[in-house]
């Protein structure tokens, strides 16, 4: 039986689902966030003594003597943490305890680990037939280099994704956040969705199984097509669309800004609004706009040479050309449209007080109108927190 929730009453369309968590670093804890944050009861398994990998991870720490991590901080709200050695028998059967109340077990260890444990994923799902199991690795659970570690950024290069970004195909770049291990664990969630619609009907669970390279490849979207279909491959071009045009960012007096025009409506409409000939020999046609890229952006940022980026987003927006600024970290957290959707939480952390974290990106309505997302958001939980409490409930399920 799993020990009562020490993290008070929740709620949410996943109140009644508990997940163990035996995950660390991101692609996993993620998943199991956005579980969380649907209103599940998670109970986070971690290393004694060093915890999940990413406390470890940083700068930046905060606080004074605690030297919290805020990498850590960052995926790991609305969970209990209990502390196991799974080499030790005392800590398996506490885990096994645990696995025999719960809906949802995640993990991410390398092919083979949990089987020379004593706690194969077969073996698990025999002893609770209902457990949904996602295990996410780096490349996959089998083929030829299904064993390989993942890591990252070796699978946004491994995956293609890094030959998409940056300035021109002989500089690839990696995304600003660990996108390969985002998208694991995005991709994950959604398969135990799927798993625990199921199991209503059939009372039994499944195994999902998704990889970094299994998500980073589910995003090449049109690049993707672009060469199973067109047999083109698609190669880094900054920051413009390889397939509209103008579309990207652009230089103006005082900065830059990023205008959208995705149809011959729009293009028409920046014309008008700059003085343009928008029928001009070679421009007239998205395909003829593409493939004379240079000279549109030449023409796009002669037009803005004059405007400072402000009143030009201004003026922009009046002609209804899709446009935007790129903003800095400190200014999108301080932006008041990100504060009015809910991306803002604030939580009692055990050692730092009240911390502001990112919030989730869903939110949940009744058909009035009336807001129903969850917001019994739980700080991310000190090494153990729950251990003792979640034991003692393990011994003592009717205390």
């Keep these: 039986m799993v020990s009562p929730d020490m993290t008070g009453p929740r709620n949410g369309p996943l109140s009644d689902v508990v997940v163990v968590d035996l995950s660390r670093a991101l692609a996993g804890p993620h998943a199991t966030q956005m579980l969380g944050d649907l209103g599940a009861r998670v109970v986070k398994v971690e290393t004694p003594g060093t915890g999940d990998d990413s406390r ?4 930046p720490f905060v606080g004074d003597e605690a030297h919290v991590a805020t990498y850590f901080l960052s995926a ?41 444990l004593g706690l194969g994923v077969a073996d698990l799902c025999a002893r609770n037939p209902r457990l949904v ?28 994704l890094m030959s998409l970004t940056g300035p021109d195909p002989e500089h690839p770049q990696k995304f600003g956040v660990p996108i390969a291990d985002l998208l694991a664990g995005m991709y994950g969630a959604y398969g135990v969705l799927a798993a625990l619609h199921e199991r209503a009907s059939t009372g039994v669970g499944r195994v999902v199984r998704t ?11 049109y690049q993707g097509t672009r060469w199973t279909v067109a047999g ?11 397939s509209i045009s103008p579309y990207g960012l652009f230089h103006c007096r005082d900065g830059i800004v ?12 920046l014309c008008a609004a700059f003085d343009l000939d928008p029928a001009a020999e070679g421009l007239a046609t998205n395909v003829e706009r593409v493939g004379n890229r240079e000279r549109v952006i030449g023409v796009v940022e002669d037009a803005f040479a004059d405007h400072d980026a402000e009143p030009l987003l201004a003026r922009l927006a009046e ?41 989730p990106p869903l939110r949940f309505f009744d058909g009035d109108g009336t807001e129903v997302t969850p917001r019994d958001f739980t700080p991310p939980p000190a090494l153990d927190e729950h251990g003792e409490a979640i034991r003692r409930s393990l011994r003592e399920p009717d205390a």
């Design 56 to 59: 470890g991870w940083g700068p």
């Design 76 to 116: 790991n709200r609305n969970k209990e943490s209990i502390a196991l050695d799974l080499k030790d028998d005392a800590d398996r059967e506490v885990l096994l305890g645990l696995v025999d109340g719960a809906d949802v077990l995640v993990e991410n260890f390398r092919t083979g680990v949990l089987e020379r």
């Design 133 to 160: 199991v996602l295990s996410i690795t780096g490349f996959g659970h089998d083929g030829p280099e299904g064993g390989r570690a993942g890591y990252d950024q070796i699978a946004q290069g491994e995956s293609g």
């Design 211 to 221: 990889s970094l390279l299994a998500a980073s490849i589910g995003v090449h979207a």
């Design 232 to 242: 083109e491959v698609a190669k880094a071009a900054g920051n413009h669309h390889p």
């Design 258 to 269: 990023q205008i959208a025009v995705g149809s011959e409506g729009l293009w028409r409409r």
């Design 319 to 359: 002609a209804g050309i899709p446009a935007g600024k790129v903003r800095t970290m400190d200014d999108v957290y301080t932006w008041d449209q990100v504060a009015s959707q809910g991306l803002l939480v604030d939580v009692e952390h055990p050692v730092l007080g009240t911390v502001t974290l990112p919030g």
